[in-house]
Each structure stands twice: as C-alpha cells, then as structure tokens.
Nanobody, 125 residues
Framework: QVQLVESGGGLVQPGGSLRLRCAAS????????VGWFRQAPGKEREGVSC????????RYADSVKGRFTISSDNAKKTVDLQMNSLRPDDTAIYYC??????????????????RGQGTQVTVSS
C-alpha cells in the first residue's frame, strides 16, 4: 500500500526557512512525479511545486519561484521542499502527492493518485 508521510513543518518567523520532506513507501516504480500542494484556511488548494524522477524536471507556482526549491533522492524515495524567505501568506497545510510517470501539468491535485496527510507550516512573528 502506498503511503506518503510529510515532515518538517512548524512555526517560523517571516524571512525564515523550513525544509519539508515527503517520504514514500509501498511505491515500487522508479519513474514517478511528486508534487507539493498547500491549503490555507478559507482558500483553495494550490499546487506549489513538482519534480519528475526520470530527469529531475521541476515546476513551481509563480508565488514561490525564487524562494522554494524542490529536490529528490530517488534511492530513498524522498522529496524535499526547501522553503526560504517565508512570508505569512505561506502559512498553510502542506501536502505531498505522487503519481506514476510524468503528469500533464504537475500542479493539479487531480493528477495525483496518492496523497499524504499534510504538515502544518505557520509563518508568524
């Protein structure tokens, strides 16, 4: 059974950094795409970033470009999201999701078959 576990969330001051990790188990494929999503209270879920294992290609939402970096360790089946220059509007529950192969756009929740339970990120002074 596929399981995704997010970790690394917490409380950070504006301008600070956090590194989120998504650990996948029960997923036997070596070719996959992992996406990070977030949802703030009262707002729609937003695709943040994604990475494809085969070539390391990435995509970012405009709201996080230049501040967030996604990376993967295919051997360990982990995907990290390094978040720098955090702002209060980055506050949300962050989820990771995984899909076999390459997905179409990459930042659409519906493109992913398996999702994690999320980790809370709070940016506040």
């Amino acid at each position: 059974q596929v399981q995704l576990v997010e970790s690394g969330g917490g409380l950070v001051q504006p301008g600070g950094s956090l590194r989120l990790r998504c650990a996948a188990s029960g997923f036997s494929l070596d070719y996959y795409t992992v996406g990070w999503f977030r949802q703030a209270p009262g707002k729609e879920r937003e695709g943040v970033s994604c990475i494809t294992s085969s070539d390391g290609s990435t995509r970012y939402a405009d709201s996080v470009k230049g501040r967030f970096t996604i990376s993967s360790d295919n051997a360990k089946k982990t995907v990290d999201l390094q978040m720098n220059s955090l702002r209060p509007d980055d506050t949300a529950i962050y989820y990771c999701a995984i899909a076999p192969g390459r997905v179409g756009h990459g930042l659409g929740w519906h493109e992913y078959a398996y999702r994690g339970q999320g980790t809370q990120v709070t940016v506040s002074s």
